[in-house]
T-cell receptor
Framework: AQTVTQSQPEMSVQEAETVTLSCTYD???????LFWYKQPPSRQMILVIR??????QNATENRFSVNFQKAAKSFSLKISDSQLGDAAMYFC?????????FGTGTRLQVFP | GAVVSQHPSRVICKSGTSVKIECRSL??????MFWYRQFPKKSLMLMAT?????????EQGVEKDKFLINHASLTLSTLTVTSAHPEDSSFYIC?????????????FGPGTRLLVL
């Protein structure tokens, strides 16, 4: 099965600190796309960051960056200088042919 | 840019009635839209892929006669839950890809909470 695994159901971080959320996936394709989505309490899904598998350089978006290890099929999200507004569910996803496959999510709590 | 809306945001209906949920791309055209279902504290489960002008493609286990999808224009897809029952109560989310753009990037609507009594 082409799955996406998030092994951390919950994580917590103190404001201004750094936290890393883990994600591993399974695929037989050589070219694909990986995403991290954020779902705050409003439940609106927000695209955080996007990585194209053929690019070796890790994607970054302001305080958000990824550690993409293609051989290990690992795609972790690092949030630097955490803010209270970062508290949310975070979903890792892989684009498979024509649809997104989501992981089970990691709930991130941010403490002041 | 790339804003997707859903209407209604929440709906309560009686068992046996049908409910229609609209998904609109506000500032772009979307050849392809997707419908997801999300149970409390769970991930998103893809129900079907909706293509403008053609029949939707349903995921395994999703009843096409139960969840009717119509994608009549490049900016509107509708999901109708027919003869709704309490087990259909859930959070329904749509998303859309920009026509001619990066099909792998989906923009999500704010979701619709359905409660069937």
């Amino acid at each position: 099965a082409q799955t996406v695994t998030q092994s951390q159901p919950e994580m917590s971080v103190q404001e201004a600190e750094t936290v890393t959320l883990s994600c591993t996936y399974d695929t037989s394709e050589s070219d694909y796309y990986l995403f991290w989505y954020k779902q705050p309490p409003s439940r609106q899904m927000i695209l955080v960051i996007r990585q194209e598998a053929y690019k070796q350089q890790n994607a970054t978006e302001n305080r958000f960056s990824v550690n993409f290890q293609k051989a290990a099929k690992s795609f972790s999200l690092k949030i630097s200088d955490s803010q209270l507004g970062d508290a949310a569910m975070y979903f890792c996803a892989r684009y498979n042919t024509d649809k997104l496959i989501f992981g089970t999510g990691t709930r991130l709590q941010v403490f002041p | 840019g790339a804003v997707v809306s859903q209407h209604p945001s929440r709906v309560i209906c009686k068992s046996g009635t049908s409910v229609k949920i609209e998904c609109r791309s506000l500032d772009f055209q979307a050849t392809t839209m997707f419908w997801y279902r999300q149970f409390p504290k769970k991930s998103l489960m893809l129900m079907a892929t909706s293509n403008e002008g053609s029949k939707a493609t349903y995921e395994q286990g999703v009843e096409k006669d139960k969840f009717l999808i119509n994608h009549a224009s490049l900016t509107l897809s509708t999901l109708t839950v027919t003869s709704a029952h309490p087990e259909d109560s859930s959070f329904y989310i749509c998303s859309a890809s920009v026509s001619g753009g990066r099909q792998e990037t989906q923009y999500f609507g704010p979701g619709t909470r359905l409660l069937v009594l």
